[in-house]
């Protein structure tokens, strides 16, 4: 025979009522008196609950501001050659630390020698030539003396005026103009006259980019570091104006991160700051704020803040991912005890305090607090009293305690 589904349904309602009925049948007498034989009460008095307690404490309380951002070195350079050449000689490599001005990399310096020397001779001959030209000059006569003086007192006179803005910078160019060939003529210049006809000015010119062709042969430290970004090797041609490797100076490291705008107004430069690195989760560091974006950004309504901390043995490197807590709000001189002592019951705050083997609970008001700690207002509390940090979830008033650990 078939059973229809509604039927089904009927008889498992059924089934449930009964079942539900049972449940909330109460007790004979006799079914209590077996359970109450299963109950030790003689023995509730010298249960013993094993606890870690700490102490209250005078200390200053420190609101944080938290962030995140990722580790940048506090200075990085992009190394680049200014002229080509092969390397003769390669004196780093990846993960190298070098000091300032330590030799880096050599060029090959042979053509930029040749060029130096050939531009020394073309200066030492033309010196030659600005000797005669300069001898064969004539001499300042009487005539050419007072007609120098009269320029000179134009020039000063013109220099005067422009200084003073009686002439638009236009205006005295045009003049400068007029009363330089004059000057020329009148003798004044004598020595830049021979000094053109010899060619010596511009051989000069050429021994000064000679000399700093050469200089550029030999790469040396802008700062004390650590080499990165590098696949060189000795003989490879190079080109100017091409990265060759990069220098991170990682003994000073910065953190930029965003604070919100509701935030900002707290923190001021130089408070302190804790560093976490998620990849060295036993370790904390410290630091403070080196700078303070002057401006919030409209779309994510935060502020752009630089943390700089010390990089000691070099645990912590470029790109690592920080939690930063910034100082905001201190508050000095206060009666503290640890977050994990509170304990809240029918609204209202107490801590478990050891007195001998026992719990005595005490109430008593909260002040400022933060996540570590919180400031004890009111209250018979005082500082170096104990109290329990760990194993007070089933804890009672009067309970008997065993302290396991003292924090």
């Known amino acids: 025979m078939k059973i229809s589904v509604r039927n089904a349904g009927v008889a498992l309602a059924v089934v449930l009522l009964i079942i539900l009925v049972y449940a909330i ?7 209590e008196k077996v ?14 609950f094993k606890v870690t307690t700490s102490k209250i404490y005078k200390g200053d309380l420190i609101k944080w501001v938290n962030a995140n951002g990722y580790v940048k070195a506090a200075r990085e350079m992009e190394i680049q050659a200014n002229i080509a050449g092969y390397i003769k000689e390669l004196n780093v490599y990846e993960g190298k630390r070098v000091n300032k001005d330590d030799l880096l990399l050599a060029i ?8 130096y020397n050939s531009a020394v001779a073309n200066v030492n001959g033309a010196y030659v030539d600005f000797s005669i030209n300069f001898r064969d000059s004539s001499a300042l006569t009487p005539e050419l003396e007072k007609r120098r003086e009269s320029i000179n007192k134009k020039l000063a006179d013109l220099n005067g005026q422009y200084k003073s803005g009686k002439l638009k910078k236009e205006e005295y160019e045009a003049k400068m103009d007029e009363l330089e060939p004059e000057l020329i003529l009148s003798g004044a210049k004598r020595k830049e006259v021979a000094a053109a006809k010899s060619n010596l000015t511009s051989y000069r010119v050429a021994r000064q980019q000679a000399e700093l062709n050469l200089s550029y042969t030999k790469i040396h430290a802008p700062f004390s570091g650590v080499i990165g970004d590098i696949d ?3 003989g490879q041609r190079i080109n100017s104006a091409v990265k060759l490797f990069k220098i991170y100076e990682t003994s000073v490291l910065k953190i930029e991160v965003r604070v919100l705008e509701n935030d900002i107004a707290s923190i001021a430069l130089g408070n302190f700051v804790e560093v976490m690195i998620g990849s060295l989760p036993n370790e904390k560091f410290t630091g403070k704020v080196l700078y303070i974006s002057p401006q919030i950004d409209t779309s994510t309504k935060t502020c752009k803040v630089i943390v700089e901390l010390q990089n000691k043995n070099d645990k912590i490197k470029p790109g690592m991912f ?4 910034i100082q905001a709000a201190t508050f000095r001189n206060r009666m503290l005890a640890p977050i994990d002592a509170l304990v809240v019951r029918d609204k209202r705050n107490l801590v478990f305090m050891v007195v001998g083997n026992l719990a005595k609970w005490e109430y008593f008001d909260i002040g400022e607090q933060n996540d570590r700690c919180f400031e004890i207002v009111g209250g018979n509390l005082k500082v170096g009293d104990e109290v329990v940090v760990k194993g ?4 009672a008033h009067d309970a008997k305690v065993k302290v396991i650990e003292r924090q």
């Open 392 to 395: 007070h979830t089933n804890l």
């Open 25 to 31: 049948i109460p007790k004979s007498a006799d079914e």
């Open 35 to 48: 359970e109450e034989k299963n109950v030790n009460t003689d023995n509730l008095d010298n249960i013993e």
């Open 322 to 325: 920080a939690t930063v807590n």
């Open 232 to 234: 060189l090797i000795t």
């Open 108 to 115: 090959d310096d042979t053509q930029y020698q040749l060029a």
